[in-house]
């Protein structure tokens, strides 16, 4: 090919499907003979309108969600989504349930307790996030408005294996912008799931809301219209003009995910990868360390360290030298991570253990 692309582990913006960029290069100036593109075209289009639906639909397909839900492209971040899901899920006076098992779903909890009453049911911080609750650790508010999770902490590398059982009636609320679409999920067993679209879904710029109907019931009176879940699912997104670009290129990432064989088959690829670097790190005789428990380990975000930081900046410093990019840690964390979402190829998951292997042999 006459571009080059780089190995690339960043935890998000991150890397997306070539095939989708491709597709989005050659139909730029002129969408399927429009004469425009995406970018310049009405939202009002029925242009515009076939992609918002058929990205709904492929969505929908390959998550099975039930007819039961609507699903909304807004804008604003997983962390507009923080402080709106309190907003619109929590009656004034009531409280709701948080599991706290990383950076992201402490901050999320950080928003929601400035809008009213919560309630830590978990918190790993003192343990520096390295694993997940025991389900006999979660005693839950039988009365909570709801009980929020993050189900796969980016920065700490722990993702839940299956969900939290909560009690009947209480809503279970999801962020899961790093693992969403990285594997099937039964989204009968949740209230909202939540995502940010720009790590395994699309660009920046688009985030994914999908939320069982009766939900909206708890909207309150005089919301904001752009913060209420009430006005944006009944306008099918179109309340206001949404994030035409980020829509149209997630629709060519899910188009790409149904090509491939939907999330079972897309879940089999991250496991492939994932394994092949846990099992570097724990074959290099304590040479690099994961963060995370096993039990804990995320199959998305692998945050590990080494001896010293003058070892990991240098670890940082080669692999950049070698097209392997965006595996320095979090600034929170430090040490390194490679985050290893759908679009990564399996050889740039074996790019990065034969560096790991090559590394080791000259500087351990
Ligand atoms: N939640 C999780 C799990 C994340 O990984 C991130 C970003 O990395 C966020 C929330 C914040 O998302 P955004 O930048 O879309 O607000």
């Given at each position: 090919?006459?571009?080059?692309?780089?190995?690339n582990?960043?935890?998000?913006?991150?890397?997306?499907?070539?095939?989708v960029?491709?597709?989005?290069q050659?139909?730029?100036l002129?969408?399927?003979?429009t004469?425009?593109?995406?970018?310049?075209?009405?939202?009002?289009?029925?242009?515009?309108?076939a992609?918002i639906?058929?990205?709904?639909?492929?969505?929908?397909?390959?998550l099975?969600?039930?007819?039961n839900?609507?699903?909304?492209?807004?804008?604003?971040g997983?962390?507009?989504?923080?402080?709106?899901?309190?907003?619109?899920?929590?009656?004034?006076g009531?409280?709701?349930?948080?599991?706290?098992?990383?950076?992201?779903?402490?901050?999320?909890?950080?928003e929601?307790?400035?809008?009213?009453?919560?309630?830590?049911v978990?918190?790993?911080?003192?343990?520096n996030?390295?694993?997940?609750?025991?389900?006999?650790?979660?005693?839950f508010?039988?009365?909570?408005?709801?009980?929020?999770?993050c189900?796969?902490e980016t920065?700490?590398?722990?993702e839940?294996?299956?969900?939290?059982?909560?009690?009947?009636?209480v809503?279970l609320?999801?962020?899961?912008s790093?693992?969403?679409?990285?594997?099937?999920?039964?989204?009968?067993?949740?209230?909202?799931?939540?995502?940010?679209?720009?790590?395994?879904?699309?660009?920046?710029?688009?985030?994914?809301?999908?939320?069982?109907?009766?939900?909206l019931?708890?909207?309150p009176?005089k919301?904001?219209?752009?913060l209420?879940?009430?006005?944006?699912?009944?306008s099918?997104?179109?309340?206001n003009?949404?994030?035409?670009y980020?829509?149209?290129i997630?629709?060519?990432?899910?188009?790409?995910?149904?090509?491939?064989?939907?999330?079972n088959?897309?879940y089999e690829?991250?496991?492939?990868?994932?394994?092949?670097?846990?099992?570097?790190?724990?074959?290099?005789?304590?040479?690099?360390?994961?963060?995370?428990?096993?039990?804990?380990?995320?199959?998305?975000n692998?945050?590990?360290?080494?001896?010293?930081?003058?070892l990991e900046?240098?670890?940082v410093?080669?692999?950049?030298?070698?097209d392997?990019?965006?595996?320095?840690?979090?600034?929170?964390v430090?040490?390194?991570?490679?985050?290893?979402y759908?679009?990564?190829?399996?050889?740039?998951?074996?790019?990065?253990?034969?560096?790991?292997?090559d590394f080791?042999?000259?500087?351990?």
């Open positions: 090919s006459t571009y080059k692309r780089v190995h582990f960043n935890a998000g913006p991150s890397i997306l499907p070539e095939p960029l491709l597709q989005a050659a139909e730029m002129d969408y399927q003979g004469g425009m593109s995406v970018m310049e075209m009405s939202h009002r289009s029925k242009e515009f309108e992609i639906q058929t990205a709904e639909a492929d969505l929908r397909e390959l099975g969600i039930p007819q839900y609507k699903v909304m492209f807004l804008q604003g997983a962390s507009l989504q923080f402080a709106m899901l309190a907003m619109n899920l929590r009656p004034a009531a409280s709701a349930d948080y599991i706290v098992t990383g950076a992201w779903s402490r901050t999320a909890l950080k929601a307790q400035k809008l009213g009453t919560t309630r830590v978990f918190n790993g911080e003192g343990e996030f390295t694993r997940l609750p025991e389900p006999a650790e979660l005693q508010d039988p009365n909570a408005a709801y009980v929020h999770f189900h796969n920065i700490h590398g722990v839940f294996k299956s969900e939290p059982v909560v009690p009947e009636g809503p609320v999801c962020d899961m790093s693992d969403f679409l990285s594997q099937p999920v039964d989204v009968s067993k949740y209230g909202l799931i939540y995502a940010g679209a720009q790590k395994n879904a699309g660009p920046a710029g688009v985030t994914i809301v999908i939320i069982r109907e009766d939900l019931a708890r909207v009176e919301m904001p219209v752009m209420d879940y009430k006005v944006l699912a009944e099918g997104s179109l309340h003009t949404p994030p035409c980020a829509i149209y997630t629709g060519l990432v899910l188009k790409w995910l149904k090509n491939l064989g939907g999330l088959a897309m690829i991250n496991r492939e990868k994932s394994e092949m670097v846990y099992r570097a790190i724990d074959e290099s005789g304590g040479y690099y360390r994961g963060h995370a428990r096993p039990e804990a380990r995320s199959i998305m692998i945050p590990f360290r080494m001896a010293s930081e003058e900046d240098l670890f410093k080669e692999a950049k030298k070698a392997l990019i965006g595996l320095k840690g979090h600034r929170s430090g040490g390194l991570r490679a985050s290893l759908n679009a990564l190829p399996v050889a740039s998951a074996r790019a990065l253990v034969e560096f790991m292997k080791q042999q000259r500087h351990g």
